[in-house]
């Protein structure tokens, strides 16, 4: 389960991808001398990216888009981005001081919408759903 900034993102989500914190740093040589010289100012955000199918029985095209909408919204609430198990799957984790960024569908053909006449996702027919990325922004990254 996703919580972002105490709102759940409800749907089948990957692991998330946090990058590397960006480092703050000056290099400069100097005419005759080999190498080069370093300032360091240490380290800076990163961005966090989590693949997911966002579904949550939504028996209508309009009953998802309202939903993604209502996503759209929240774009830039800050806080604490949780990763938690559900039903002891998953490994959670927690990421302090992240700004949502938002939510993107796959540009491909059969990222959604579409509907889920079989019942697999929410045990209802038909349930419509949506692959995509979200993404945050963690402004600081400290040792916890």
């Not at 080999?34 to 028996?59: L, V």
């Not at 490994?91 to 889920?116: H, I, M, Q, R, W």
Request: proline letters at 5%; aromatic letters at 10%; one cysteine or more.
């Amino acid at each position: 389960m996703i919580e972002s900034a105490g709102n759940f993102i409800h749907g089948t989500h990957e692991s998330p991808v946090a990058e590397a914190p960006s480092f703050q740093t000056r290099r400069t040589g100097f005419s005759g001398v080999i190498g080069e010289s370093e300032i360091r100012q240490g380290r800076k955000g990163r961005r966090i990216t989590c693949r997911i199918k966002i579904h949550n029985s939504f028996s209508t095209s309009d009953q998802l888009y309202a939903y993604i909408r209502g996503i759209d919204v929240r774009v830039g609430e800050h806080g604490m981005l949780a990763i938690t198990r559900v039903n002891n799957v998953g490994a959670p984790v927690n990421y302090p001081n992240c700004t949502f960024e938002g939510f993107t569908k796959d540009a491909t053909a059969d990222s959604g919408p579409l509907p889920d006449y079989v019942g697999l996702l929410d045990n209802t027919k038909p349930s419509w759903w949506m692959d995509g990325t979200l993404q945050w922004y963690q402004l600081n990254v400290t040792e916890e």
